[in-house]
């Protein structure tokens, strides 16, 4: 996946400015350290992270030395989705599925389309 250089030079901002904070969980500061990677949603099974590549990564909190790279679109956007959130700039990350918008349509017969979301 290609990002703008603005994009990486902003998560790297993020991921500099999360290591500083002394609000954020230190276990996740130290995984910030080590992987270069900015926390984005987490759960009791783990973190999802995203990296200055657009890359998003998951660790597990038992085994945060061998995070995975997350190529499920659906797995990726659930995590963007819910880090969009927090750091609105990456909504830009998350993949619309190419037959989202014509399967909408597809369902909308008769009604107005200038009330479309796509």
Not at 31 to 54: A, H, K, S, Y
Not at 60 to 84: C, K, M, Y
Request: aromatic residues 6%.
């Amino acid at each position: 996946m290609g990002i703008s250089d603005k994009l990486s030079a902003r998560i790297a901002e993020l991921i500099d400015d999360y290591s500083k904070s002394e609000s954020a969980m230190p276990e996740l500061r130290i995984l910030v350290d080590q992987e270069r990677v900015l926390p984005i949603c987490f759960d009791m099974g783990g973190v999802f992270t995203v990296d200055v590549n657009g890359e998003v990564r998951s660790f597990l909190w038992d085994d945060t030395l061998h995070g995975q790279v997350e190529f499920d679109p659906r797995i990726r956007n659930n995590a963007l989705f819910q880090g969009s959130k927090k750091y609105p700039e990456l909504a830009s990350l998350i993949e619309k599925p190419e037959t989202a918008c014509s399967e909408a349509n597809k369902n909308r017969q008769n009604r107005d389309r200038s009330n479309c979301c796509c």
